[in-house]
């Protein structure tokens, strides 16, 4: 993972033999759709709001994480929207 939050930009690639589950997601997408957009990040004020608005309009959460440290924080929120 090569990630530059400044220029928003997050470069992707499964560790080969990796089973854990987001290697296993994304090798599934490579597997389907071949290289390409696998996900979209958008920066919101009001993560609750944001994921509230989005399940109002059929998105469904996958998964959450955050953590904090080092005077940074990420709180994310993975939503599927129209069953992608």
């Known amino acids: 993972v090569q990630l530059d939050w400044d220029r928003g930009v997050e470069l992707i690639s499964p560790v080969p033999g990796s089973t854990a589950?987001?290697?296993?997601?994304?090798?599934?997408?490579?597997?389907?759709?071949?290289?390409?957009?696998y996900t979209v990040v958008v920066r919101v004020p009001d993560i609750a709001h944001a994921e509230d608005v989005a399940t109002r309009h059929g998105s469904e959460t996958r998964f959450r994480q955050g953590f904090s440290g080092e005077g940074s924080y990420l709180d994310e929120i993975d939503l599927s929207v129209l069953g992608l």
């Open 21 to 37: 589950s987001v290697a296993t997601s994304v090798n599934d997408f490579l597997d389907r759709h071949g290289d390409g957009i």
